[in-house]
Every structure is written in structure tokens, then in C-alpha cells.
């Protein structure tokens, strides 16, 4: 099978691998370590205390005679961390033959059972339990992406990467945990992602490159993704493309391999391209219409449903249940005679392009300025929410004061009110 160093290839990651400092020794290999709550007495060329470490959570503590650089080590406290690993030639007696330089801190979980005592007294080849971690749920926040013209959420812990030419639209934790967004010119994502591999559309498809390719219908968008893990570090990374306007967007996530879709999946369902250019293109696709003579006559219904100052009350939350809209959230849509929907979204103004048939309606994928609002609490997620239910509108009722979107299952997935 055909290896693709997808760690080396990435345009913004390149030298992350092989231009850091910690990294530049060609026998340095990185592994993930979890040194325990205290350290034991040891013999070495001498009587001295030792780390208690081991690879993997589930085997036996061993002993490390030497120093781990770069650890700010803490009694009482389970450590995970990544190291680069070198070997050491002629080690001194007593010594470790290999030295272990921090990366990165993955987690520092206090011991609050006693653990730590019972280990402070273990010998080598005795277990001792870690400490028990409870996961904690993900939350994230809205962020803008300006010079790429993209919004989506990131992780609300995850600070941006400033300073990293390599990283200039990135968010994330560490040097081994970020999501990474990019583009290039194109309107072919499996060519794009080929070129990015080292391979070809053919080989890309059929398998014999290692890794995983794939497709896949997330949010308003179809993804061409490919994802590979390097388990000696315990990360995975994936590599997410969709065709807009003639660009190629590019979502690149680095985390631990069990957080991969916790964090994937909400980045790629919330993700929008919010370009001050779609404006024009909907301008520009009026204009065509009108002229073809297909503009108005395309978008002529019902009067009910024209030139209303409709306020959203309720919106899908995506599994099939309406919440009702944030109070103080002011969400509004007025269709025009021109075949053009536009309103508030909460915090953005938007503007689609709409067709009414009797009782069907398609709205296409809105665009929007690029603010971000505090207030009302979650009113970013909301308007994402709002605009992501709107291109699956297919059909409508009008009842009174009253209209309801509905998507393609004739599912209510939107409901406003007449003032």
C-alpha cells in the first residue's frame, strides 16, 4: 500500500514536524508518557528518587532514572504528556540509555484518593491505579475567519495560534492539537486533495494510499475528507475539503484520536461561507433572471407569504424538535417580488435567493456580513442554526399570522409570525 506522510505534506503544518527546535534531531521520536503523583526512591550510581512512568494506561508503573526536560513536575499529580525520545550514547551508570524532552502537556489530573502515597512506596513491579478521569463535555464558540470569508465554532478553550506564519488561521491548545482552516483556488476537491497528498484522484479513491479517503454530507456542504492516525502518539489527523464559488476550503484537525468527531463534526456542521462576494452573486443571478424574463415570474405566489416582516418564534434544533428562539433574539425574513429573501439572522443581516411553487419553496445558501454578537447569550449559535435550516426549506404553509418551513421529510423546521 502506498504510505502518504500526510504529517509532512500539509502545507501549514510542514515544519511543525520538521522545522521546531524540539524536533530537529533526525533520532528523535515522539511518544505519548504518563508519569505518576510521586517520585520513589531509586539506585542508580547512587541512592536517588525516580519517576514512575509507563506508555499506556493500563500497564504497570516502571521506573526513569533520569530528568524529563521540560516537565514542571508536581507531587500529587498524574501527568500525560508528549515527549521527544532520544538515545543516549555511553550512558552514564546508572543512567537511562534514552532522554525525554516535553512537547506538549496533555492533562494534569490531581490524585486525590491515595494513589500518590501508595506509590511513593511501590516497587517497580507494582500496579497503581490512575487516578479516574471524568470526561468533560466539549463547549464551543463562533468564530470568524475574515480573510477566508468562513464562520464556524472551535472548541471555547482553544485560543487562536498568533504568531505562526505556517498556522495563520488556526485555533487550538498546543502544538499538537489545533483545527486549521485554508484555501486554494479550484472547483475539483478530489484533484485538490490529491495534489495535497502526493497522489492521484485514482489512487486517492481506490484505496492504496494508507490512510482513509472518503465523502460525506456534513452541514450545508459535501466533504471530501481523509484521515490518518499516528498511534505513537496517540493523534489522529484529518483533512477536510468543499468546493465553493470556485475555491477549495480546507478544514485541517490535529487532536487525540478519541476527541476526533467530538470536535470534527460540530466545526463542519456549523461551517458557512459568509463572503461579502455572495452578496454579488446573488445580485448578479437577479440580474440574469429578470433580464431572461424568469426572475419574478419564478418567485410570484402567494401575496401572503410576499413582502411580510416575518419574526422566527421557532427553529430546529436538528433532531427533529422545534426551540423556541432565544428571548431578546430578533430573527426576521421578508421574500420580495425579486425572488430575493433577506432579513436579519440575529447578529448578521443575509440575503438568499428564493422560488415559490404553489406550496413548494427552495431558498438557496444565504449570504451574510461578518459581525460577531455577545448578547443575547447564544445568539451566534442560533443564527448559525437559523441559516443552516434554511436551504433545506422545500415546502411552506401559511396558516392566519402564521408561516411554517418545512424540509423535504415535511418536517416544520422553521415557524414565524406576522406582526
Not at 440580474?287 to 424568469?294: A, F, I, K, M, N
Not at 407569504?305 to 421557532?314: E, G, K, P, Y
Request: proline share 6%.
Amino acid at each position: 500500500m502506498k504510505k502518504v506522510l500526510l504529517w509532512l505534506v500539509i502545507p501549514f503544518v510542514i515544519l511543525l514536524f520538521v522545522g521546531c527546535d524540539q524536533l530537529n534531531q533526525e533520532e528523535a521520536e515522539l511518544k505519548t508518557i504518563f508519569v505518576g503523583p510521586d517520585r520513589v526512591d531509586c539506585e542508580g550510581e547512587g541512592p536517588q528518587t525516580c519517576y514512575l512512568v509507563k506508555e499506556n494506561a493500563t500497564d504497570s508503573w516502571g521506573l526513569y532514572y533520569s530528568e524529563i526536560e521540560g516537565l514542571d513536575y508536581e507531587a500529587g499529580y498524574t501527568y500525560e504528556v508528549i515527549v521527544a525520545e532520544n538515545q543516549v550514547e555511553n550512558p552514564p551508570a546508572g543512567g537511562s540509555s534514552i532522554t525525554w524532552t516535553v512537547q506538549e502537556v496533555i492533562s494534569k489530573m490531581p490524585v486525590t484518593d491515595g494513589v500518590g502515597e501508595t506509590a511513593s512506596a511501590a516497587p517497580t513491579d507494582t500496579e497503581v491505579e490512575p487516578a479516574e478521569e471524568t470526561p468533560v463535555p466539549i463547549s464551543f464558540e463562533p468564530i470568524v475567519v475574515e480573510d477566508l470569508g468562513i464562520t464556524t465554532v472551535v472548541p471555547a478553550d482553544w485560543p487562536r495560534i498568533e504568531g505562526d506564519p505556517l498556522l495563520r488561521d488556526a485555533w487550538g491548545p498546543g502544538q499538537y492539537r489545533f483545527v486549521a482552516f485554508h484555501s486554494v483556488p479550484g472547483d475539483d476537491v478530489q484533484s485538490a486533495m490529491a495534489q495535497l497528498l502526493g497522489t492521484t484522484p485514482e489512487e486517492l479513491v481506490d484505496g492504496s494510499i494508507e490512510g482513509e479517503f472518503w465523502e460525506e454530507q456534513i452541514g450545508n456542504y459535501t466533504w471530501a475528507m481523509y484521515s490518518i492516525d499516528n498511534p505513537k502518539v496517540g493523534l489522529v489527523q484529518t483533512v477536510s475539503m468543499t468546493e465553493h464559488g470556485g475555491t477549495v476550503f480546507v478544514v485541517s484537525l490535529f487532536v487525540e484520536t478519541e476527541q476526533k468527531e467530538t470536535i470534527l463534526q460540530p466545526v463542519l456542521q456549523n461551517f458557512a461561507i459568509s463572503t461579502e462576494t455572495q452578496i454579488a452573486e446573488i445580485d448578479a443571478v437577479e440580474e440574469q433572471e429578470t433580464e431572461s424574463g424568469t426572475g419574478e415570474a419564478g418567485v410570484v405566489g402567494s401575496t401572503g407569504l410576499m413582502n411580510t416582516n416575518w419574526a422566527l418564534t421557532m427553529v430546529s434544533d436538528g433532531t427533529g424538535q422545534l426551540v423556541e428562539v432565544l428571548p431578546g433574539a430578533e430573527i426576521t425574513a421578508v421574500f420580495g417580488t425579486d425572488g430575493r429573501v433577506s432579513g436579519s439572522a440575529g447578529c448578521n443581516d443575509y440575503a438568499s435567493l428564493f422560488r415559490d411553487d404553489g406550496d413548494d419553496l427552495s431558498i438557496s445558501l444565504p449570504a451574510l456580513t461578518r459581525k460577531i454578537c455577545d448578547e443575547p447569550d447564544g445568539i451566534m449559535l442560533l443564527e448559525t442554526s437559523y441559516l443552516g435550516n434554511l436551504p433545506s426549506v422545500s415546502a411552506y404553509q401559511l396558516q392566519d399570522n402564521m408561516l411554517q418551513l418545512l424540509n423535504d421529510g415535511g418536517e416544520v423546521i422553521l415557524v414565524y409570525l406576522a406582526p
